[in-house]
């Protein structure tokens, strides 16, 4: 498990004042993506998840009153307030409070109501473990506890997430230098949702200026430049001479061994087709200055979502994943009081006490105020990455249209650690695979109030495999308790 | 759906806390007559070695010591942790990464005894494998090193200047497998049962300098293992030399904190990054969070230095601290001023060692009210080796902050408004018998550490409130159960405890081994015990550990 950095408003004053950050930003030569407008069947689509840890603010657990007072969520009156929500539950896309800021883009959203983490729901050992929710969110797979070589108890997918798969078979189709890109907001949090592979979490980058090198810092711009060549030259030989060290160790070991061996040999070997790959590219700089005062969230949020957006016009990458840990936004006004909390999951943790029986229900405002900021500040990246996508004409339409983007979290109700009613909200439609502009509920009860659901993350992500054009059947764990297999009806 | 099934399902449970299984319990194998030295009663055998990568930490004083370099030079050398031990594209990046930015510094051309810096032959490259490798490799060049690496000399030198290429050969070796990960490969001994090997010479150096200085061997030690000395009388004078250098004391002092989860983990926030309420504490800041930190490393120190007993790490009233350190702990005689630091005498009513200083206590609180429950866990856990099962979801909900009322507006004191939220349901009291009394033990540090003979605070409704503080009550279970009031009571406890000493001995086994106890470990795990509990001393269970088979023979994983 992650150990938490910037934590909360004291990391932050230490690291206000610290370094100023000025990265240049890379642009597509043509000053469009790098698809042939000409030919839209050339234009390949794009995958982007931006994951939220610690949960979002949405229930439909049936808890309706605990012993300590109402809890502020679920849907109905009853149930307080669900911020996650849209305001109507048909098809209308009316947008709830989290989602707000996206009322200009409402055509090209699709969110989801109703349906569940089937495979965590199946696997966690009680109501929702951070740790089995982390590794099943994405994966829908199989998950095993052991203990880390630092002796903490994890949990791991034994399968890849829906982003690594599409990465691997994408890349296999158009060899970009990046399979995927992995960035991520740092902070608090229980274990990556992405994996390569069985029991192979996805490390993510979470320093703009080293995201910045390793995704941008390698492209040239047109121009000869001898020393870039040398530097790659050398990055080669260097590269190959350590894999024979590596391939020399092969017939010695145990097999258990042999998996970390095989493991590093592979990234070794994807590290120098990404050199080869880069040396095809060409991409402009141009010198879009990120003034930042601090390494904080605040502003490596947008850096990094900046980062992402030029690798995509630069055509480096097809999948990017984007990981927000589950941060207090201290730099927002925090009517609640933020002293008490020191990650975002515990401002949620406090729900129950600011219900009406509660011992906080006089600040049930404050804390609901608070709450939308601070989930909405995560919508708002996903807001800049759609509008800087939505901005680049591409075919017909905008480099977004061409796009997926998936926006989750591991829980719904972070503080009930509820694996029900998922939030997942999507924009772009992987060039009209979707129909967006909807919100579609798959809660099947014939109560509003009360909740039912067949339907899993597992059939979405199925739904996603074939919309890139791969016809999987399923995706995830084989499991009578998933419930039905096979893509989500309705989508497209 | 499911939730309410679950719920039923767990009233029926009891808590299921469990202390780790630190004893082992398969039966030993037939001890080998007259085979190499053992200690009386300890089964000659060992685990299998499995590969495993070094530290961030280790990889980063490995190249410190390898090169030359101080630790300033490598501090942005961070190579990330895969969780399950696979490497990522990220970290195998990082090490490249690494590799580069540390052949940058050309530190590698003063390790080879020729002319580097001349137009080169293949014969000063040959020199530069061997003599940078031997160091490197943490033994010496084998001929198939030597002809792997030759070869990338060869092909790098048809393309690129003798430096590039030397500097090639230097980014392969800072990111081999021979130094980025640990591999054993044993060998042979006469008198050792069917498949145990002895660790090689150079693997049992490496073995010693990771477990005790978190950094590759020194010359002595390569030295020690080039004349086969690393057995025996010699292993152990090895062992004594590298203990008492200072490079072990700071290794202690990681174990230590480590130990006590003082740099975070998943559970909760380190030193440094524990929010802390400024208008309860406006004395609170980066400088005294430093403060207290250097507390707790001097306060281990000092223990390591003085014979590294157990019970002094648990009774200690010895302090080095600052002028704003003292002032948080009430001293007044003797404490010096701003940022000049003394070592000074705690009230030994207030404090006893590392439970009742200021590190342990503000990392185990609330950013504003002490919590007993954090605490009373911590000592289980941390100090007795006692996990408890996670609490479900809903528990973490219970937020208390102290000046609750109960119905008939009563105010309530912290230990009162835990009482009622933890003991009233037989599912939470379960676990919550043994943990808060533990916890309460601790009622008179607040949330900064900081003594208070009456608990003050704000009440949810914003009333301040003062309650008076009961730090009684019972521990139940351990091989100290029984009455108790107050943390210097319990600490004392903690000081006498054969379970506390049997897990800190079984900890060690993961700073020796980055693994728990084998299987086959079972009698060597029981001697450092026996070692820890017979002297009391921390020395005495890293030189039994080093004493043991485990330590000194190895079995091969499966093909």
């Known amino acids: ?492 | 759906m499911r939730s309410l099934l679950v719920w039923g399902a767990a009233a029926l449970v009891a808590c299921t806390s469990a202390q780790e299984d630190v004893s082992g319990s398969q039966s030993p194998p037939p001890k080998v007559p007259g085979g190499p030295e053992v200690p009386a009663g300890v089964t000659l055998d060992a685990a299998p070695s499995a590969l495993h990568p070094l530290t961030p930490t280790q990889y980063r004083r490995t190249v410190r010591d390898l090169l030359g370099l101080t630790d300033a030079d490598v501090a942005s050398i961070k190579i990330p942790t895969d969780a399950g031990g696979i490497p990522s594209l990220l970290t195998v990046s990082k090490l490249d990464d690494a590799a580069t930015q540390l052949t940058a510094l050309g530190a590698h051309k003063k390790i080879a005894t020729c002319d580097v810096a001349g137009a080169g032959t293949a014969d000063c490259a040959t020199k530069f494998i061997t003599d940078f490798g031997t160091k490197a490799f943490r033994h010496p060049v084998t001929p198939d090193e030597l002809s792997w690496l030759t070869g990338i000399y060869k092909t790098a030198r048809t393309t690129f200047s003798f430096a590039d290429s030397l500097d090639v050969l230097a980014r392969v070796m800072l990111q081999s497998p021979q130094v980025v990960y640990v591999h054993e490969e044993g060998e042979a001994t006469d008198g050792l049962p069917p498949g145990l090997l002895s660790v090689t010479q150079y693997e049992l150096a490496s073995r010693l300098s990771y477990f005790l200085w978190d950094s590759m061997p020194d010359d002595a030690l390569f030295a020690a293992a080039a004349q086969r000395q690393l057995k025996g009388d010699g292993l152990r004078a090895q062992a004594k030399r590298m203990l008492d250098d200072p490079r072990a004391r700071a290794k202690i002092i990681e174990f230590m904190t480590a130990w006590m989860e003082l740099d975070g983990t998943a559970r909760h926030v380190s030193i440094e990054e524990a929010v802390k309420d400024p208008a309860r504490f406006p004395g609170d800041n980066a400088a005294l969070r430093a403060a207290v930190r250097r507390e707790t490393q001097e306060l281990v120190g000092r223990v390591w230095e003085q014979g590294g007993k157990v019970d002094a790490l648990f009774t200690s009233t010895d302090a080095f601290v600052n002028g704003p350190l003292a002032a948080l702990y009430g001293v007044k005689d003797g404490a010096p001023q701003g940022d000049t630091w003394a070592w000074v005498t705690l009230p030994a009513a207030q404090r006893a060692g590392i439970a009742t200083r200021a590190a342990f206590l503000l990392v185990y609180a609330n950013p504003d009210i002490p919590s007993p429950i954090r605490r009373g866990s911590a000592v289980w856990r941390e100090f007795m080796c006692t996990t408890f099962p996670p609490p479900p979801p809903a528990a973490m909900d219970v937020m208390i902050k102290g000046g609750e009322t109960d119905p008939s507006g009563k105010p309530l004191s912290i230990r009162q408004t835990v009482d009622a939220k933890t003991m009233l349901d037989p599912v939470c009291a379960s676990c919550h018998q043994k943990l808060n009394p533990t916890g309460f033990a601790f009622g008179h540090y607040d949330a900064l550490g900081q003594w208070q003979d009456k608990e003050k605070g704000v009440s949810p409704a914003g009333v301040t409130y003062t309650a008076d503080i009961d730090t009684a009550g019972d521990l139940l279970g351990s091989d100290v159960a029984g009455a108790l009031d107050g943390a210097v009571a319990l600490s004392a406890k903690l000081a006498a405890s054969r379970q506390v000493k049997d897990c800190i001995a079984s900890r060690t086994w993961r700073a020796a081994f980055a693994r728990d106890v084998g299987a086959q470990e079972a009698t060597s795990l029981k001697y450092v015990q026996d070692r820890l509990a017979a002297s009391g001393s921390l020395r005495d269970a890293l030189v039994g550990l080093i004493d043991s088979p485990a330590f000194q023979y190895m079995r091969k994983g499966t093909p």
């Open chain 1, 1 to 492: 498990m992650k150990r938490g950095t910037n934590f909360g408003r004291r990391a932050f004053l230490r690291a206000a004042g610290g370094f100023m950050l000025a990265l240049p930003v890379l642009e597509a030569t043509h000053g469009d993506s790098w698809g042939n407008p000409q030919n839209t069947a050339s234009i390949a689509k794009r995958f982007i998840v931006v994951f939220r840890h610690g949960g979002t603010a949405s229930s439909v657990q049936r808890y309706p009153i605990n012993k300590l007072g109402d809890r502020l969520d679920g849907t109905g009156p009853e149930q307080g307030h669900d911020l996650w929500a849209p305001k109507d539950p048909g098809e209308t896309l009316v947008l709830g409070p989290i989602h707000a800021a996206l009322e200009a883009h409402k055509s090209k959203l699709l969110l989801l109501s109703g349906v569940d983490n089937a495979a965590g729901v199946i696997q966690s050992p009680y109501l929702g473990d951070h740790r089995w929710a982390n590794s099943t969110i994405m994966t829908s797979a199989k998950a095993t506890e052991s203990t880390d070589a630092a002796g903490n108890q994890i949990v791991l997918a034994q399968g890849p997430s829906l982003d690594q798969v599409l990465a691997k078979r994408l890349t296999a189709q158009t060899p970009l230098p990046f399979p995927s890109m992995n960035v991520m907001v740092d902070g608090h949090q229980y274990g990556t949702p992405f994996f390569s592979g069985p029991a192979s979490p996805v490390n993510s980058e979470t320093n703009p200026g080293k995201a910045f090198d390793t995704y941008l810092g390698g492209v040239g711009s047109g121009t000869p430049n001898p020393e870039l060549v040398r530097r790659q030259a050398m990055g080669v030989s260097v590269l190959e001479g350590v894999m024979d060290g590596y391939k020399a160790l092969q017939p010695k070991i145990s097999s258990q061994d042999r998996q970390v061996v095989d493991a590093h040999l592979t990234q070794l070997s994807e590290l120098e087709r990404r050199i080869k790959t880069l040396q095809t590219v060409t991409c402009t700089p141009i010198n879009v200055d990120h003034k930042v005062q601090d390494a904080d969230a605040e502003h490596v949020g947008p850096i990094m979502v900046d980062i992402i957006l030029a690798a995509m016009r630069c055509g480096l990458t097809q999948v990017a994943t984007l990981e927000l840990a589950d941060i207090i936004t201290h730099w927002l006004p925090t009517p609640f009081g933020d002293v008490a909390f020191d990650i975002g999951h515990s401002l949620h943790h406090v729900a129950s006490d600011c219900g009406a029986k509660g011992t906080q229900f006089a600040k049930q405002q404050q804390w609901l105020d608070e709450m939308v900021a601070n989930r909405g500040w995560c919508i708002g990246l996903f807001q800049r990455l759609l509008e800087g996508l939505d901005s680049v004409p591409e075919g017909n339409g905008t480099m977004l249209d061409n796009t997926l983007m998936l926006y989750t979290s591991e829980f719904s109700n972070g503080s009930f650690h509820s694996e029900n009613n998922m939030p997942l909200l999507m924009a772009g439609s992987a060039g009209g695979a979707f129909r967006t502009g909807r919100h579609l509920n798959f809660n099947t009860a014939a109560d509003p109030r009360a909740y039912q659901s067949k339907t899993g993350t597992h059939n979405l992500f199925t739904s996603i495999l074939n919309a890139f054009g791969f016809p999987d059947a399923h995706f995830g764990i084989d499991d009578p308790g998933l419930g039905f297999k096979g893509p989500m009806p309705g989508l497209v």
